[in-house]
């Protein structure tokens, strides 16, 4: 088994995250479909934002990311192409991560305390909907909106997340961002 390392791009500091050969399990994951996420840009980003979908074949994992947005370090993570004016700390992200050692975990708990508790001791919880295999919180941090979804399933060796931060700049696209993570196929 290997491990690789990840950053969690809120802010908040690293988690390890691992993968290990065929990924989560079967089914595929399915496509992404960008639809719900473009339909929900305000009409004042129509032009600065659209979203696209994409693929990351190793977990299996389909999902959809802002177009044209840089990549950065992390496999999965993209900010606002320099220039863009959309917030120094604005991100977005999606991918796996499984807080050490890749194996079967509680991940309703694990989640909690790698994604959940920290942003909902930083700022002001909006919502927080929880399901069987998956969790969605959206806060407010002083002018910033934070939105995390995650799924699981049980017996699986790793966990699916996505995380936007938005700056002021692009606060107003938080319904398009949180579209833009819902219209992740995990895979698991």
Request: hydrophobic share 40%; with cysteine.
């Given at each position: ?102 194996q079967a975990k509680a991940w309703e708990e694990v989640v909690d305390k790698v994604d959940f508790a920290q942003l909902a001791s930083a ?22 909106k934070e939105i995390v979804v995650a799924w699981w399933k049980a017996g699986a060796d790793h966990y699916v997340v996505c995380r936007a ?24």
């Open positions: 088994m290997k491990i690789r390392w990840m950053t969690i791009v809120l802010g908040f500091g690293a988690a390890a995250a691992c993968g290990k050969g065929g990924g989560g399990g079967g089914g595929g994951g399915g496509a992404a479909d960008p639809a719900a996420a473009n339909a929900a840009v305000p009409a004042e980003l129509k032009g600065k934002l659209e979203f696209e979908a994409t693929r990351e074949d190793r977990h299996q994992l389909a999902y959809v990311r802002p177009k044209g947005w840089a990549e950065g370090a992390i496999p999965g993570s993209v900010k606002p192409p320099e220039g863009a004016n959309l917030g120094f700390m604005t991100r977005y992200s999606v991918g796996t991560n499984c807080d050490g050692m890749c700022g002001t919880v909006e919502r927080d909907s929880k399901s069987s295999g998956g969790r969605t919180m959206v806060a407010t941090i002083g002018d910033r931060t938005l700056e002021k700049e692009l606060a107003a696209a938080a319904p398009a961002f949180e579209a833009a993570c819902n219209a992740t196929r995990p895979g698991l």
